[in-house]
């Protein structure tokens, strides 16, 4: 498997965390975004959506982070990234969401940039923007970790699934843009115990073959 | 189950899709967002996110739209809202999630209204910034589209899947603010298609019980 990927893309370090909890081998492919290597062949002419992580397994092109997870665990069974129950699954895969979909979007490189060149923000108004998605949208995580007895060692039980997949790379963005984080001990005890794994430190920002300082 | 919605929100109409393609009943929730009724008791108790969609099936409380419909597919599998086969799996999911992180978080209702109040945008800037993300989005969706021989009558094969539930909300949201929708032809091909369902049109804004002009 070839994955295209950015050190500091928190949507590709998912795809990375999941292929390292599976200890499935593949090859990186760096994709520089911020010297926008993603919009020109000859990356431009497989990836779609101008993006990373895309992964290429075979013949087949997969994209969305959260797609490719699902794929990983569907054709890789063990470790399980979904609980087997139904119910189960909806959690992780909510939490997940409350990330993927909440938060992630409204902070990456190409809206920051929207805010700056059309909008004029500020450096400070932007950065208060970063700051406000994150902070409450970690906020919604909190409650629902805190609040829960599925809740275990890690964001569901005692095992990484896919919402640990997603949770890390969100507070690994929180602290690079100093977000408060105080207000969600849950999410961090979670995150610590993540981070005490070695996949999870394999697929780390500062652990890849693109990482700058 | 209860489906706590409101007309015009895409996400709760992604849902409303699903449920109506599978002949689920379910008891309709009204929770007026312009009126900020998420945001307090009764419902911001049930509510972890303060945000709809949420279904309640028995003492189960299930949120984010994705993670709901791939329940309800789960627990009532046929009609089947995604391929059997792993990477039809992972493509329809691709196509549901580049809507649904790519479009939609940047243009619902508490991103627009931070960008007035916070950022002094102007009606003409955030009118401008809803229609840029639509617009740019769904080039990618009919890039994908276009050039794919996966894709049939549905976005995935000859019926429809989770992909044309988060494609038909998206639509109608673009319609509604204008957006250009001529250089997506293979988009509203399907568009029009899932509309000729009567499943689509039983789940659109103007039949909800709490449907406005």
Same mark, same amino acid.
């Given at each position: 498997m070839?994955l ?13 965390? %999941?292929?390292? #909890? ?7 492919r760096g ?8 919009l020109d062949? &000859?990356? %431009?002419?497989?990836s ?13 092109t997969?994209?969305?982070? #959260?797609?490719i997870i699902?794929?990983l665990?569907?054709?890789?069974p063990?470790?399980?990234?979904? &609980?087997? /129950?139904?119910l ?10 409350d ?28 950065n208060?923007?970063y ?18 007895a599925a809740?275990?060692?890690?964001c569901?039980?005692?095992? !990484?699934? #896919? ?5 890390? !790379? ?9 977000c408060?984080?105080?207000?969600? !001990?849950?999410?961090?005890r ?9 996949a999870?430190?394999? %697929?780390?920002?500062?652990?890849c !073959? /693109?990482?700058?300082a």
């Amino acid at each position: 498997m070839d994955l295209y990927s950015y050190f500091r893309s928190s949507a590709s370090f998912r795809v990375r965390i %999941a292929l390292a #909890l599976k200890g499935l081998p593949y090859d990186y492919r760096g994709v520089h975004l911020v010297r926008n290597e993603q919009l020109d062949a &000859p990356y %431009a002419e497989i990836s779609p959506q101008r993006l990373v992580p895309l992964l290429q397994d075979g013949d087949a092109t997969l994209t969305q982070s #959260l797609a490719i997870i699902e794929y990983l665990d569907e054709v890789h069974p063990e470790p399980a990234l979904l &609980p087997r /129950d139904p119910l189960g699954r909806a959690r992780v895969r909510s939490l997940a969401l409350d990330i993927a979909c909440e938060i992630h979007p409204l902070n990456n490189l190409r809206v920051l940039r929207y805010l700056v060149k059309e909008l004029g923000a500020s450096e400070d108004a932007k950065n208060a923007w970063y700051r406000h998605w994150v902070e409450s949208g970690l906020e919604v995580v909190e409650r629902r970790l805190a609040a829960d007895a599925a809740t275990g060692a890690f964001c569901h039980g005692d095992t !990484p699934t #896919l919402a640990d997949c997603v949770l890390v !790379p969100q507070i690994f963005n929180a602290q690079r843009f100093h977000c408060r984080l105080d207000h969600v !001990p849950t999410v961090m005890r979670v995150f610590e115990a993540c981070m005490a794994r070695p996949a999870f430190q394999a %697929a780390q920002p500062s652990s890849c !073959p /693109d990482a700058e300082a």
